[in-house]
């Protein structure tokens, strides 16, 4: 039987049980997600072998789901061998070589305000101008609507309760100010401008939020390879944010306790080298509290992306 839960829920849950496996302690939260799957209709043998393809020790598995379940017994499980994660590929990012405090651009100089070796994570301070922030929101604001998600089955597109936001795409170089800020992101992320995806606007209301979720596109999912047709597999994100929202928003990390908080012209950027939860990029957009929020964010594929 399979998880009742949806696949990018699924992944969502097991990455945060991946937080424990260095020490493979059977915490309250690894109880609760057995109970939840018990719940859903998961049978015993599924969970184990989640747990196994999730790093969990065979032995450790086994007690944790006795224990959560409150078993007479150790059932009879055979062990599931991890599967291989996908090779690491080449992916985008800065050049940081002599650690500089700040890197100029062909166009600007931008900051660097913050960096992360694993999972890569980098904040840079000032990439556009408040000037630019303020056209882009213009440009995108008659163009909002609800946004949408991959849908996994098809390879379409769909509204989700997980994303509340507003949002509007781009063509590449669709205007001068769009073409503008796509050359910046190529020689900031040394990544050609062919292989990104057009720059999205999002808008969020206050309580509208982005619930934890990876980028990268599921390869276990049925529509993912009509997706993958059009430039490859996704490798790297980066977030402008064109506005200061007066509370929330942050752009949350929950496997590295880490938060962002958006000011306006500051970029984010993390890298993804595989389709797989051992990135460690698992994020979201928390809820705005007060205000609103608006970024644009643009995708990077591994190929060209027409």
């Known amino acids: ?162 994303r509340t936001s507003d949002g509007m795409f781009f063509e590449r170089g669709e205007v001068p100010l769009i073409a503008r800020i796509e050359q910046r ?10 292989r990104g995806e057009g720059l999205q606007v999002l808008r969020y209301r206050p309580g509208a939020q982005y619930r934890p979720h990876f980028d990268y596109f599921d390869p276990a999912q049925p529509g993912t390879a009509a997706v993958l047709r059009r430039g490859g597999q996704r490798v790297g994100t980066l977030l402008i944010y064109l506005n200061t929202p007066s509370r929330g928003g942050a752009t949350t990390f929950p496997d590295l306790d880490l938060e962002i908080a958006p000011i306006k012209g500051h970029a984010l950027f993390f890298s993804y080298d595989r389709p797989h939860p051992a990135t460690g990029t698992l994020h979201g957009g928390a809820p705005v509290i007060d205000g609103e929020k608006w970024v644009a964010t643009k995708w990077l594929r591994e190929g060209v992306f027409d």
């Not at 020790?57 to 009879?76: G, I």
């Not at 556009?128 to 991959?150: G, I, K, Q």
């Not at 992101?185 to 062919?194: E, G, K, R």
């Open 1 to 162: 039987m399979s998880f009742a839960a949806p696949p990018a829920r699924r992944a969502a849950k097991i990455a945060r049980m991946q937080i424990d496996i260095q020490t493979q302690a059977v915490t309250p939260e690894v109880r609760e997600w057995i109970l939840a799957q018990a719940a859903a209709g998961c049978v015993v043998e599924d969970m184990h072998k989640s747990m196994l393809a999730s790093g969990w020790d065979d032995t450790v598995a086994r007690a944790a789901l006795v224990q959560a379940l409150q078993l007479p017994q150790v059932p009879p499980l055979s062990p599931v061998a991890e599967p291989a994660q996908p090779q690491p590929v080449p992916v985008p990012g800065p050049d940081l070589a002599g650690a500089p405090s700040l890197l100029q651009l062909p166009d600007r100089e931008v900051q660097l305000l913050f960096t992360l070796q694993q999972p890569r994570v980098v904040l840079f301070g000032g990439f556009l101008s408040d000037d630019e922030c303020d056209a882009l929101v213009a440009l995108s604001r008659p163009r909002m609507a609800r946004s949408e998600t991959v849908q996994h089955d098809t390879g379409g597109s769909e509204v989700n309760a997980a």
């Open 185 to 194: 992101i190529a020689a900031l992320l040394q990544w050609p401008v062919v």
